[in-house]
């Protein structure tokens, strides 16, 4: 089993800067996909970015060159390194892990909100 635990989110203004953090714990290993995903009031949860030893390192088009997806492996903590923040990043982002066979995340975080104000 894993555990996704997120933190680093907040309010900022327009043009500002955050660092999403997500500690994994349990049995993670080279075969796992960790991915962010964020969830928009109304909205349907989308991906946002991807990584892993056996994955590409993906981004939505519309966070790309703005967003930096990490990850510390000794450590097992993912990070999202959001920068250039535009209100329409205002969602609660969410830590996920799959193997890298699986076309599903089952496993998922709690969430950590992100606003961005005008």
């Known amino acids: 089993q894993v555990q996704l635990v997120e933190s680093g989110g907040g309010s900022v203004q327009t043009g500002g800067s955050l660092r999403l953090s997500c500690v994994a714990s349990?049995?993670?290993?080279?075969?796992?996909?960790m991915a962010w995903f964020r969830q928009a009031p109304g909205e349907e949860r989308e991906w946002v970015a991807s990584?892993?030893?056996?994955?590409?390192?993906r981004y939505i088009d519309s966070v790309k060159g703005r967003f930096t997806i990490s990850q510390d492996l000794a450590k097992n903590i993912l990070f999202l390194q959001m920068n250039a923040l535009k209100p329409n990043d205002t969602a609660m982002y969410y830590c996920?892990?799959?193997?890298?066979?699986?076309?599903?995340?089952?496993?998922w975080g709690q969430g950590t909100q992100v606003t961005v104000s005008s």
């Open positions: 990584i892993g030893l056996s994955c590409s390192t």
């Open positions: 996920a892990a799959r193997r890298r066979w699986s076309y599903e995340y089952p496993f």
């Open positions: 349990g049995y993670i290993d080279s075969s796992y996909c």
